[in-house]
């Protein structure tokens, strides 16, 4: 079932109206009822609205995800930190990267909270260090409270795939996006995921790159 298709189920169990429907997540009944036939795709703001107010968790709206045991959460598989990382494990840093601030620098400071190894998965092996999500800009191919592998590239523009997500560090934020390079300035990349336009961002601003090398969603 589509995300449309959800909003519409939970539009008629409780007995709503398009404009009903529409004034919970500050839209017209036109613009809603494009939205409920597939024709618009809802904003994540909208969605945390409709999250909010039937209480319905944002990873059913937008996969149709439902709440499961907690021992299939990937943050389970984190193995606590006592002082030495066994060889061929990973660490796992539980901390939000903010823009600004280079994540080598910030784990350089600091001691992992914890590791995951014997992970069978492609990407596995390549990774450096494991972080949390927070956030939806990339759903349903990220999650959020999923965990993700990264290793880092040192501005390398030239072997960015545009067929990989990346962990974009500027001066202003952080961001999991796929790039596009620009077909006229090569000072420029451009940023994409499924809930937004896609916008440019200056090589010059980037503070650190890291490609990720795997994900795992909570399911």
Request: net charge neutral.
């Amino acid at each position: 079932m589509d995300i449309y298709l959800r909003i519409k189920e939970l539009r008629k169990s409780n007995n709503l109206t398009q404009s009903d429907f529409g004034d919970i997540i500050k839209v017209d009944s036109s613009h809603f009822g494009k939205i409920e036939r597939g024709l618009i795709r809802p904003t994540i703001p909208q969605l945390m609205d409709i999250s909010a107010y039937f209480d319905v968790s944002l990873d059913w709206l937008i996969a149709g995800q439902k709440n499961k045991p907690k021992a299939q959460n990937p943050l389970n598989l984190i193995k606590e930190f006592n002082g030495d990382i066994p060889r061929g494990a990973k660490p796992f840093w539980n901390l939000q990267v903010s823009g600004g601030r280079k994540l080598v620098e910030m784990i350089s400071n600091i001691m992992p909270v914890g590791y995951m190894e014997g992970i069978r998965i492609p990407g596995f092996e390549q990774t450096e260090n494991i972080f949390p999500v927070v956030g939806y800009s990339m759903a349903p191919e990220v999650m959020e409270n999923a965990v993700i592998g990264a290793r880092q590239i040192l501005n390398r523009w030239e072997i960015l795939r545009t067929d990989k997500k990346h962990l974009i560090i500027t001066n202003e934020e952080r961001m999991i996006k796929y790039i596009q390079h620009d077909d006229n300035d090569e000072n420029i990349l451009w940023c994409v995921s499924p809930n937004y336009s896609k916008f440019k961002i200056y090589k010059d601003d980037i503070l650190e790159i890291h490609q990720i090398t795997f994900v795992m969603n909570p399911s």
